[in-house]
């Protein structure tokens, strides 16, 4: 068994792997992907790239016409109005920071967040209503955001969960 996305455009298996199994109805191969957003028109993807460990995200139209392609990205892929939002991974393990570009066009790339620690993982989250949210985190705390066009909000920023161990939130380091 399996369920559709893209008003019926997508058919998707899930398998017992990290990747599941998706085609476009009227096709008959399935293919793999760890992540994967669509719309009417166009289909985005993360699957694996042409080297180890690397993984590519793809955007294809519904004819399966490859449109453009980004490479060394995890496997997460959000898109919201006219954005496609991605992670980028600068050696294949440290996740670099959260970036954009149109949609459509694939041009237009930018950083939107830089994650500078090394320590800390970043991480897409989707919520209702096509809105999007980014977690930054590590063992000891976490920082929530939400993404809005290619501008990144800090929400909660003077929570407790945030504050560095041992500093109360209103002494001068």
Request: with cysteine.
């Amino acid at each position: 068994g399996g369920f559709h996305a893209g008003s019926g455009q997508i058919d998707i298996v899930l398998t017992p792997e990290k990747q599941f199994l998706w085609k476009r109805s009227w096709h008959k191969r399935y293919q793999k992907a760890y992540e994967l957003d669509v719309d009417q028109d166009h289909v985005w993807y993360v699957t694996d790239g042409n080297e180890p460990y690397e993984q590519r995200l793809y955007c294809e139209n519904h004819k399966g016409q490859q449109i453009w392609s980004k490479s060394h990205v995890i496997a997460e892929v959000a898109v919201v109005g006219s954005y496609c939002y991605y992670i980028k991974t600068d050696n294949g393990i440290k996740t670099d920071g959260i970036y954009c570009c149109d949609a459509v066009t694939g041009r237009r790339e930018r950083r939107i967040y830089e994650e500078k620690n090394p320590e800390r993982s970043i991480g897409l989250i989707k919520g209702g209503y096509r809105t999007l949210y980014f977690i930054s985190e590590d063992p000891e705390r976490s920082q929530l955001f939400r993404i809005q066009g290619d501008q990144v909000i800090s929400l909660f920023p003077s929570s407790l969960s945030q504050i560095p161990l041992g500093c109360p939130p209103d002494s001068k380091e």
